[in-house]
């Protein structure tokens, strides 16, 4: 337990966000089959498309730190995935189903943001140029989807949630 340092916590985290954005590539689909909006079951699909680059992304960075690719699993998106489907279940056939996709789509980015952010902050920190770059690429791409929910539903997929306001 002793020498535990920031290399050993950056390592973990790895590890953790590998876990959730290959949980994220297979949650992706579903939330785009469940979808009604077109708009809003293309930008999940684009965005499964940009998670699945982001897994290779991952990758390069175990290899420049030299460790094999590992995944452990993180309960955050176990959870957040496990209420992305309760919602689908239960406000399935109905008005606000989108609305409760788009919610629980931007739970996952805001996860995402907070992970790469930290672990920027951590690599740069650490000196590691190339870690810095990828993980900033893939910073832009959630933060990007997260601004692109926000604009769906404040343009299109709240109002027609809203019966009241049809
Ligand atoms: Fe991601
Ligand atoms: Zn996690
Ligand atoms: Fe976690
Ligand atoms: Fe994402």
Redesign the pocket.
Known sequence: MADKNLEDLFYE?LK??Y??ERKIVKSLPKMARAAQDPQLKAAFLKHKDETEGQIERLQQVFELIGKRARAKT????EGITEEAEEIMEEFKGTAALDAGLLAAAQAVEH?EIS?YGTMKAWATQLGMKEVVALLDATLAEESATDEALTGLATSAVNTAADKKAA
Request: proline share 0%; glycine share 0%.
């Open positions: 985290t953790d966000i876990y959730a993180c309960a955050a998106i996860y992970r």
